[in-house]
Nanobody, 124 residues
Framework: VQLQASGGGLVQAGGSLRLSCAASVRTSSIYAMGWFRQAPGKEREFVAG????????DYGDFVKGRFTISRDNAKNTVYLQMNSLELEDTAVYYC??????????????????WGQGTQVTVSS
């Protein structure tokens, strides 16, 4: 499975961005999916996860209701809608695919496939 993340960019604090993660194969709809981020000098951290069916979602504690993960299995695409962006959200955002027919997973080790990352920069 190849994953292509897009939608990053430069945005002012308080603004919004929507990230997309397109998968290369139609059967990607069976995989649990997640978003992670990594800021310079920091560990890669969990942002959001969604089960293969889309029925369950999970978020990192710092999200605090600002982000929403969703998926469109007909388009083999997972989205991360980010609102009320803060300076601390500046990072490279990665999408990842987890186990087939999986639920939500917080740990990086649960994900088998990773996209190349898209840069999100929040300015004051």
């Amino acid at each position: 499975v190849q994953l292509q993340a897009s939608g990053g960019g430069l945005v002012q604090a308080g603004g919004s961005l929507r990230l997309s993660c397109a998968a290369s194969v139609r059967t990607s709809s069976i995989y649990a999916m997640g978003w992670f981020r990594q800021a310079p000098g920091k560990e890669r951290e969990f942002v959001a996860g969604i089960s293969w069916s889309g029925g369950s979602t999970d978020y990192g504690d710092f999200v605090k209701g600002r982000f929403t993960i969703s998926r469109d299995n007909a388009k083999n695409t997972v989205y991360l809608q980010m609102n009320s962006l803060e300076l601390e959200d500046t990072a490279v955002y990665y999408c990842a695919a987890g186990p087939p027919y999986g639920r939500t997973y917080i740990g990086r080790g649960s994900y088998n496939y990773w996209g190349q990352g898209t840069q999100v920069t929040v300015s004051s």
